[in-house]
């Protein structure tokens, strides 16, 4: 271990904590509403999340950093490119009626 151990593993918890109820509820508002784009919204925070973990842990455990920072950013780019997908997918169009009041 060495004198930044602490620092990753505030950050990785932090960044479980945070991002893991950006991705709960994102996945609360596709199963409320359908939407692929807020599927694939916690799909990529979750990836984010679990890239940070798994990079932690390969720190934390094996004690080699460079892994851990090459799994944290491969999961991390992988998660932004789920993100990106995200604002590109299709979705259906509710048609919107507007009611005209005659007076």
Do not use: D
Request: proline content about 1%; glycine content about 12%.
């Amino acid at each position: 271990m060495n004198e930044y151990t602490l620092i990753i593993a505030v950050a990785n918890a932090a960044t479980l904590l945070t991002g893991g109820a950006v991705a709960t509820l994102a996945f609360k508002a596709f199963r409320r509403t359908g939407l692929r784009p807020l599927r694939a919204v916690a799909t990529g925070f979750a990836f984010i999340v679990v890239g940070s973990v798994f990079g932690g842990f390969a720190h934390l455990l094996g004690g080699n950093v460079a892994l851990g920072v090459a799994i944290q950013s491969s999961f991390v780019a992988g998660g932004f490119a789920i993100l990106l997908y995200s604002l590109y997918v299709e979705t259906t169009t509710a048609q919107t009626f507007t009611a005209s009041s005659s007076r």
